[in-house]
């Protein structure tokens, strides 16, 4: 009997039984064995990356964003993003989290290429910090 010679295929679920009759109706090929105890990866991809779990933060990046704006006045996004790093969060989330804060009405750009709270953002930071100080949350 000629030496037989191992060969792996991964075929399309759909192709299945199309390709097991060509196989099948070949010569020369002896015997072939289905592996179906593996499971199909999807769309033939390598196994996918594990995703770490998100990061929770006692504070929402807006807040956090409003927080510095109160404090510090006009600050440019170069800042933001220092100040983001510094805490753990990704210092490029901030263009994002700066976009919804402008659509929002909340902050603007003073001009200078800094960002500043408007007068909706510091009416709001202020009745924060005076709920705060009365013993709320």
Sequence with gaps: ?????????????????????????????????LDMDRPAKPNGMREPKQRRAPKKFDMKAEDFIGDILFKNGATPASVLKQHFADVGRSPNSVNSQLSDMQEKKLIKQDGLGGWVLTKLARDRLRNRAHYKKKGGK
């Design 1 to 33: 009997m000629p030496k037989l010679f191992p060969i792996y295929i991964e075929v399309e679920e759909l192709a299945v039984g199309k390709v097991m009759r060509l196989l099948n109706k070949m010569p020369g090929v002896a015997k072939f064995n």
